[in-house]
């Protein structure tokens, strides 16, 4: 049998060591190795997809009886695309002629793909796009971020977010909105539980006496919640913090019970009026992203930046700038990937080319609905004169 396709044996397993083995002639060639290990750390087939009908098409009645079950299409509650694009070129995509038991095509490209003569079945390597959801199902990137980036002095580094607790002077929550923004912050946002569990054990080691403190918000199941007058998390719809909050919930309270107890809850707290100062004013704390250091250079636009940082700064991977897919555009013209002048070529490593100046370096993201977005990148060096005004930006600017 051909080793691109022999199957092989894996089983998954909840914890624990999990033990692989693969056919006769699998191991003659790298892919098929990659491909089966991809299924363990949690992969499917790529024409399983939900949506895969939109991009190829599956000719069941061509397909050997013994193998079917290979090509039928999952469930949207088994498989999570986190967004990226349907990947033509997936290590753990089959060939056209896959199990075929009539000698005749058991998958036809169609779609995008057959526009841009996209080939399927490849096993020499991971795709930019698997690599891309390898990365973002285990968090690789943002702990990258999470250990190279710093903040400034004065504010309390966690993960990727630096905080500034504001013990006083105590507001209420428009005030302390924009006392934030004074430092191009915003009133703290808690979004995972790790952040929670963080917070509260860093007011209660580091401010004893101080019992409560204002929030921007909290996120329950990747969701927001305001807390209303009787305790209880209502969801909301958005979180733009900077447009308020709806008028008859509260904001988020950190609060500490008593000054004798560790004890520390989140509690719903009116955002007050003037004329209920000071009742409703308490300590807040301000929230910014952590950054790289600054990197020196000539242009405070990053042109010169050839490093190889090859994610965004919300964490996504790079598109190649040689691939036409998921995004197409113009910005390597043909046969300029050897003298390129703006350090682009055959990787996905953040670049800010002539062709589409920016005010950094940014690259093309590897997710459908998101074309491109800016770098964690900062140039140690005086503004210069933008000539390229004309350049839409067609994405909110992610600082």
């Given at each position: 049998?051909?080793?691109?396709?022999?199957?092989?044996?894996?089983?998954?397993?909840?914890?624990?060591?999990?033990?692989?083995?693969?056919?006769?002639?699998?191991?003659?060639?790298?892919?098929?190795?990659?491909?089966?290990?991809?299924?363990?750390?949690?992969?499917?087939?790529?024409?399983?997809?939900?949506?895969?009908?939109?991009?190829?098409?599956?000719?069941?009645?061509?397909?050997?009886?013994?193998?079917?079950?290979?090509?039928?299409?999952?469930n949207?509650?088994?498989?999570?695309?986190?967004?990226?694009?349907?990947?033509?070129?997936?290590?753990?995509?089959?060939?056209?002629?896959?199990?075929t038991n009539?000698?005749d095509?058991?998958?036809?490209?169609?779609?995008?793909?057959?526009?841009?003569?996209?080939?399927?079945?490849?096993?020499?390597?991971?795709?930019?796009?698997?690599?891309?959801?390898?990365?973002?199902?285990?968090?690789?990137?943002?702990?990258?971020?999470?250990?190279?980036?710093?903040?400034?002095?004065?504010?309390?580094?966690?993960?990727?977010?630096?905080?500034?607790?504001?013990?006083?002077?105590?507001?209420?929550?428009?005030?302390?909105?924009?006392?934030?923004?004074?430092?191009?912050?915003?009133?703290?946002?808690?979004?995972?539980?790790?952040?929670?569990?963080?917070?509260?054990?860093y007011?209660?080691?580091?401010?004893?006496?101080?019992?409560?403190?204002?929030?921007?918000?909290?996120?329950?199941?990747?969701?927001?919640?305001?807390?209303?007058?009787?305790?209880?998390?209502?969801?909301?719809?958005?979180?733009?913090?900077?447009?308020?909050?709806?008028?008859?919930?509260?904001?988020?309270?950190?609060?500490?019970?008593?000054?004798?107890?560790?004890?520390?809850?989140?509690?719903?707290?009116?955002?007050g009026?003037?004329?209920?100062?000071?009742?409703?004013?308490?300590?807040?704390?301000?929230?910014?992203?952590?950054?790289?250091?600054?990197?020196?250079?000539?242009?405070?636009?990053?042109?010169?930046?050839?490093?190889?940082?090859?994610?965004?700064?919300?964490?996504?991977?790079?598109?190649?700038?040689n691939?036409?897919?998921?995004?197409?555009?113009?910005?390597?013209?043909?046969?300029?990937?050897?003298?390129?002048?703006?350090?682009?070529?055959?990787?996905?490593?953040?670049?800010?080319?002539?062709?589409?100046?920016?005010?950094?370096p940014?690259c093309?993201?590897?997710?459908?609905?998101?074309?491109w977005?800016?770098c964690?990148?900062?140039?140690?060096?005086?503004?210069?004169?933008?000539?390229?005004?004309?350049?839409?930006?067609?994405?909110?600017?992610?600082?």
């Open positions: 049998m051909d080793p691109f396709i022999q199957a092989s044996n894996f089983r998954h397993v909840g914890n624990g060591e999990q033990k692989l083995s693969i056919g006769r002639g699998c191991n003659e060639v790298v892919g098929v190795a990659v491909h089966e290990l991809l299924h363990a750390l949690g992969f499917w087939h790529e024409q399983s997809r939900p949506d895969r009908d939109d991009y190829v098409e599956v000719l069941m009645e061509n397909v050997a009886s013994r193998y079917k079950k290979d090509f039928e299409k999952l949207k509650t088994l498989v999570n695309s986190r967004g990226y694009p349907y990947d033509y070129l997936s290590i753990m995509h089959y060939k056209e002629f896959t199990f009539t000698g095509e058991t998958i036809k490209v169609k779609g995008i793909g057959k526009k841009l003569r996209m080939p399927i079945g490849q096993r020499t390597a991971m795709s930019n796009i698997d690599i891309a959801q390898l990365n973002d199902m285990y968090h690789c990137n943002k702990k990258q971020d999470a250990n190279e980036t710093v903040c400034l002095p004065g504010w309390t580094k966690f993960q990727r977010s630096c905080y500034k607790f504001i013990k006083r002077p105590k507001y209420q929550f428009a005030a302390a909105v924009k006392y934030c923004r004074e430092f191009n912050s915003y009133l703290a946002q808690v979004d995972n539980k790790y952040e929670d569990k963080f917070l509260k054990k007011v209660v080691k580091k401010y004893p006496n101080t019992l409560r403190w204002r929030l921007g918000g909290r996120k329950i199941n990747d969701t927001f919640y305001w807390i209303n007058e009787h305790n209880e998390p209502i969801e909301i719809n958005y979180s733009n913090w900077a447009e308020g909050h709806p008028a008859k919930y509260t904001s988020m309270v950190l609060r500490k019970h008593n000054k004798t107890t560790k004890a520390i809850s989140w509690q719903g707290a009116w955002t009026s003037f004329k209920n100062v000071p009742k409703n004013a308490y300590s807040f704390i301000c929230e910014r992203p952590a950054k790289r250091k600054c990197i020196p250079g000539n242009h405070s636009d990053g042109r010169e930046y050839r490093g190889t940082l090859a994610h965004t700064f919300s964490g996504i991977t790079c598109q190649n700038w691939l036409q897919y998921p995004h197409q555009h113009k910005v390597i013209p043909k046969g300029t990937l050897q003298t390129d002048p703006d350090g682009l070529g055959e990787h996905n490593y953040c670049r800010n080319p002539s062709k589409i100046r920016r005010n950094r940014w093309y993201t590897t997710k459908s609905k998101i074309e977005e800016y964690d990148i900062h140039i140690c060096s005086k503004p210069v004169k933008r000539t390229d005004n004309k350049i839409p930006e067609r994405l909110t600017n992610r600082n």
